[in-house]
């Protein structure tokens, strides 16, 4: 194992470890609850990893696509928990991408009330968010993650020998979360070892984790860019990845922003020159109907009081409620003619 960081998520009596380096995947053992006595591993064709949880397991592969991210998948693995005869005190182990720990970890709320379950990262997407802070769910076909519960994992491990294979369009959906951690924290996350890097991603979502857990206010912050976002994905059928959607996103939320007159034109461009520019991602809008994204954007969980996003401003980026929907779409109009 080549060089190790750890990262404290601290939830009192419920707090873990993130553990991010070459090879962790060989602590997984030392992760799990000393009461398991078997494990379920949830994964997908094409991990690049392989993991030895040390007690006998079963392997549940799941379908690849956003709509295998459903509740037939759930129910499918719970029906396999059940015949192999998986107890409260046993665990599963989530070992794959976003979609994977998504999925592992609902099952893991669901099962018995809730049971263990360890996550093994293994894209840069994971690593920096998806894997961390318990929000799992699936989706239906009138919105992403609209059904899930907070289950946080009693570990996680992200092991840096899974990006080696990562394709160019992974690299970019993880590089797409990066971009927000950007405008969150105000940090140069790419003059960063990729190690070190990953971690301090991790290390800005514990923190707000360990604020609020349950999203009644900061970790709401950690949506930035994503109430398009997640339009996007479903508009266009999920051909936008997640990483791919948020980049676009973010740039919106700064045409948002302008728009309610919290950010400058000048403001705007910064977040065309980090996005676009710094992480090369792609900030064109997509030619998608805009009263279908208005929409879409008014299913979002965030919305609590009419249209809510979270943008940027004077004081940082916050959640504003109550945006009015001819701001949206006006916003909308001027991204797709900049």
Request: with cysteine; hydrophobic share 45%; net charge negative.
């Given at each position: ?10 939830l ?34 094409g ?11 079963e ?21 396999g ?10 665990v599963?182990?989530?070992?794959g ?13 669901s ?100 604020a ?15 109430t398009?976002a ?6 266009g ?26 950010i ?19 900030t064109s ?5 805009h ?10 969980k965030k919305a ?6 979270v ?6 980026v ?11 779409l ?6 797709s003619e900049?």
């Amino acid at each position: 194992m080549t060089t190790l960081r750890s990262v404290h998520v601290d939830l009192g009596d419920r707090s873990y470890d993130v553990l991010v380096g070459s090879g962790v995947r060989s602590e997984l053992a030392a992760m799990l609850p000393k009461s398991a006595r078997r494990a379920a591993v949830i994964t997908q064709t094409g991990i690049p990893l392989a993991v030895d949880p040390g007690i006998p397991h079963e392997v549940f592969v799941i379908g690849q696509g956003e709509e295998h991210k459903s509740l037939a998948t759930i129910e499918t693995l719970c029906r396999g928990f059940a015949t192999m005869g998986l107890t409260r005190n046993d665990v599963i182990i989530g070992l794959g991408g976003g979609m994977v720990t998504d999925i592992a970890g609902f099952a893991a709320a669901s099962w018995h009330r809730g049971i263990a379950v360890v996550h093994v990262s293994t894209t840069l997407l994971g690593m920096v968010d998806a894997a961390i802070g318990g929000k799992t769910g699936v989706n239906l076909p009138e919105g992403k993650n609209l059904v899930g519960a907070y289950w946080q994992p009693s570990g996680v491990l992200c092991d840096l020998d899974a990006l080696a294979t990562l394709s160019p369009r992974e690299m970019r959906c993880g590089m797409g979360e990066m971009a927000k951690y950007h405008f969150l924290a105000g940090d140069d996350l790419l003059s960063m070892e990729l190690v070190d890097r990953i971690a301090r991603c991790a290390q800005i979502k514990a923190d707000i984790v360990g604020a609020d857990e349950r999203e009644g206010g900061r970790r709401a912050l950690l949506n930035y860019g994503h109430t398009l976002a997640h339009a996007l994905e479903i508009a266009g059928d999920f051909s936008l990845a997640h990483g791919e959607a948020v980049a676009i996103g973010l740039i919106y939320a700064a045409h948002l922003g302008h728009e309610l007159g919290r950010i400058s034109s000048a403001r705007v461009q910064q977040h065309y020159d980090v996005v676009g520019g710094l992480y090369e991602l792609n900030t064109s809008l997509p030619d998608f109907d805009h009263q279908l994204l208005l929409g879409l954007m008014g299913r979002d969980k965030k919305a609590l009081d009419g249209l809510t996003f979270v943008l940027d401003g004077d004081n940082g980026v916050e959640v504003v409620a109550g945006v009015p929907d001819d701001a949206v779409l006006n916003a909308l109009r001027s991204m797709s003619e900049a």
